[in-house]
Structures are given as C-alpha cells and as structure tokens.
Nanobody
Framework: QVQLVESGGGLVQAGGSLRLSCTVSGRTFSNYAMGWFRQAPGKEREFAAVISRSGSNNYYADSVKGRFTISRDNAKNTVYLQMNSLKPEDTAVYYC??????????????????WGQGTQVTVSS
C-alpha cells in the first residue's frame, strides 16, 4: 500500500523560507512524477509544482514561480519543496502527490492518484 508522508510545515513570517519534504513508501518512487499542491481554507486544491521521474524536468504554477523549487532524491524516496520569499497568500495545507508524466505536464488534481495527509504552512504578515 502506497504511503506519502509530508513534513516541514510550520509558522513563518512573510519573506521567510520553509522546506517541505515528502517520503514515499509502497511504490517504486523513481517510476513516478511527483507534485505539490496546496489548499487554502474555503478554496479548491491548487497545483504548485511538479517534477519528472528523473528530476530533469519541472514545472511551476505562476503564483510560485521564482520563489519555490521542487527537487527529489530517488535514493531516499523523497521529494522536496523549497519555499522562499513566502507571502501570507501562501498560507495553506500543502500536499504531495504521486502521478504520471506522459505527453502533457501533469498539473491538475486528476493527474495524481495518491496523496499525502498534508502539512500546514502559515505565513504571518
């Protein structure tokens, strides 16, 4: 059974940084693209970033481009999201997800089949 466990969330002031981690078990990690999504209260879950199986390709939502960096370590079955220059509007529960990267960049909820439980990120102004 696949498990995705996120960690690294917390409370940070605007302009600060956090690094999220997500460790996967129960699947051959290197066979899958990995994504990060976020969901703020009262809003739909939205795409933040995705990385290909090898880590050679990635794609970001416009809202995080230039501030967030996704990376992965296939030897550790772990994907990371480095978040810099955080803003209050980045406050959300952040989820990692396991998916497929075929002909198109996977950047919607339906492209990902397995999800973690989420980690809260709160950015104070």
């Amino acid at each position: 059974q696949v498990q995705l466990v996120e960690s690294g969330g917390g409370l940070v002031q605007a302009g600060g940084s956090l690094r999220l981690s997500c460790t996967v078990s129960g699947r051959t990690f290197s066979n899958y693209a990995m994504g990060w999504f976020r969901q703020a209260p009262g809003k739909e879950r939205e795409f933040a970033a995705v990385i290909s199986r090898s880590g050679s390709n990635n794609y970001y939502a416009d809202s995080v481009k230039g501030r967030f960096t996704i990376s992965r370590d296939n030897a550790k079955n772990t994907v990371y999201l480095q978040m810099n220059s955080l803003k209050p509007e980045d406050t959300a529960v952040y989820y990692c997800a396991l998916g497929e990267w075929g002909q198109y960049v996977p950047n919607s909820v339906k492209d990902f089949g397995s999800w973690g439980q989420g980690t809260q990120v709160t950015v104070s102004s």
